[in-house]
Nanobody, 125 residues
Framework: QVQLVESGGGLVQAGGSLRLSCAES????????MAWFRQAPGKEHEFVAA????????RYADSVKGRFTISRDNPKNTVYLQMDSLKPEDTAVYFC??????????????????WGQGTQVTVSS
């Protein structure tokens, strides 16, 4: 049974940085396309970033491009989201997700098969 566990969230001032981690267990991590989504209060899931199985192709939402970096370490079964130049509007619960098929990173939430419980990120102004 595939499990995803996020960590690294917290409270940070605007302009600061955080690095989120998502550890996978129960499956074959290198077979999964991975992604990060976020959900702010009263809003739907929003795509943040995705990465292909080998880590050679990435995709970002326009709102985070140039500030966030997604990466993965397959031997460690972990995907990361480095978040720099954080803004108050980045405040949300951040979720990692895994997709068992496909080559090109996708941004649709319904394309992902497994989800973590989420980690809260709060950016103060």
């Amino acid at each position: 049974q595939v499990q995803l566990v996020e960590s690294g969230g917290g409270l940070v001032q605007a302009g600061g940085s955080l690095r989120l981690s998502c550890a996978e267990s129960g499956g074959t991590f290198s077979n999964f396309m991975m992604a990060w989504f976020r959900q702010a209060p009263g809003k739907e899931h929003e795509f943040v970033a995705a990465i292909n199985r080998s880590g050679t192709s990435t995709r970002y939402a326009d709102s985070v491009k140039g500030r966030f970096t997604i990466s993965r370490d397959n031997p460690k079964n972990t995907v990361y989201l480095q978040m720099d130049s954080l803004k108050p509007e980045d405040t949300a619960v951040y979720f990692c997700a895994a997709r068992g098929v496909g080559i090109v990173p996708v941004s649709r939430a319904d394309a992902y098969d497994y989800w973590g419980q989420g980690t809260q990120v709060t950016v103060s102004s």
